[in-house]
């Protein structure tokens, strides 16, 4: 006998099947619960069976994650890193540093404090680089692990070119002005030195007016910044210079075309003021002036025997 089954029929055969999961009424377990749900029924009826030490290795995993946890929260994962990776070889032992002048060995290792354990694996590059350019001298950095035990660092430090004075205080100053670092010992004394409020700020002004005459820029001993609004150069034969507060660029050309030939820096002077746009005055040392006047009272005297006579 043939037996016709319906879509009711078919709908039951289905609830019955293996595998199915249904419940009263209407809810249905979401698609992602569905494969958990059928795994938790098959182990719960004992179809799956759990393999051996499967519990051993779950305890293992759970405290170890419990244990990273622990050592993230404590702040302690660089320190353990660390201690576990020197002993499995990668201890630093050669440190290669190039690049650096006025920066010593000894305050780039204890910059980055590095010792005796310090593990390749533990350091950090961008944080080593951060930390030396914090170090006075220092613009630029470049640091590069070398495994199994090597780190290079190459150091970009800054250059002096000048010396600032600033009440007592004696500092070295850089293209821009900036302060590098206090002046110790005779080192940098052959620096050019700046004088006055002001003067660190507007140094790099000054070296890119004077780069253009090399010759008078190394004559240059000290520069004194006047009122923080001009500039009096003080020369190696100590004459003094007299800049005006504006267009300086145009006062050292008209000086250059006016000492073409005449050599003027070499006269018995103390002062070139270059203030007015319009001239160049020369001040006369006094032995310098005291001949000048007795040349003059000579001439007059033979002038006004001429005219007697």
């Known amino acids: 006998m043939s037996s016709i089954t319906g879509n009711k029929g078919r709908a039951a055969s289905a609830a019955n099947a293996p595998g199915r999961e249904t419940f009263s009424g209407a809810f249905v ?67 290669h540093v190039s690049g650096n002048v006025e920066t010593s060995d000894i305050d780039i290792l204890q910059q980055l404090g590095l010792d005796g354990l310090t593990s390749v694996v533990a350091i950090d590059a961008h944080a080593a680089r951060e930390k030396l350019i914090e170090l006075p001298w220092v613009i630029d950095a470049q640091v590069q692990k070398i495994y199994p035990r090597g780190l290079s660092v190459r150091l970009t430090e800054r250059e002096p070119v000048g010396i600032w004075q600033h009440g007592d205080m004696l500092s070295l100053i850089d293209a821009r002005g900036d302060v590098i670092a206090p002046l110790n010992g005779a080192r940098h004394a052959e620096l050019p030195l700046y004088v006055g409020l002001g003067a660190d700020r507007h140094a790099d002004e000054l070296e890119a007016r004077l780069l253009f005459y090399p010759e008078l820029r190394a004559r240059v001993k000290a520069a004194i910044r006047i009122a923080d609004r001009r500039w009096d150069l003080r020369l ?74």
């Open 29 to 95: 377990l979401p698609r992602f619960l569905r494969r958990p749900a059928r795994y938790a029924k098959a182990l719960a009826t004992g179809r799956v069976s759990i393999r051996p030490h499967a519990g051993s290795v779950a305890a293992l995993a759970f405290f170890a994650a419990t244990g990273l946890y622990g050592m993230a929260l404590g702040g302690h994962t660089q320190t353990v890193t660390q201690a576990v990776t020197t002993s499995a070889g990668f201890a630093l032992e050669d440190v």
């Open 236 to 309: 190696d034969n100590g004459v003094t210079l007299s800049l005006p507060a504006d267009d300086v660029g145009a006062a050292l050309k008209r000086f250059a075309e006016f000492d073409g030939g005449r050599d003027v820096l070499s006269r018995d002077i103390t002062a070139v003021d270059l203030r007015l746009e319009d001239r160049v005055t020369l001040r006369l040392s006094e032995a310098s002036y005291e001949r000048r006047k007795q040349a003059l009272e000579a001439r007059a005297k033979l002038i006004k025997a001429g005219k007697k006579s």
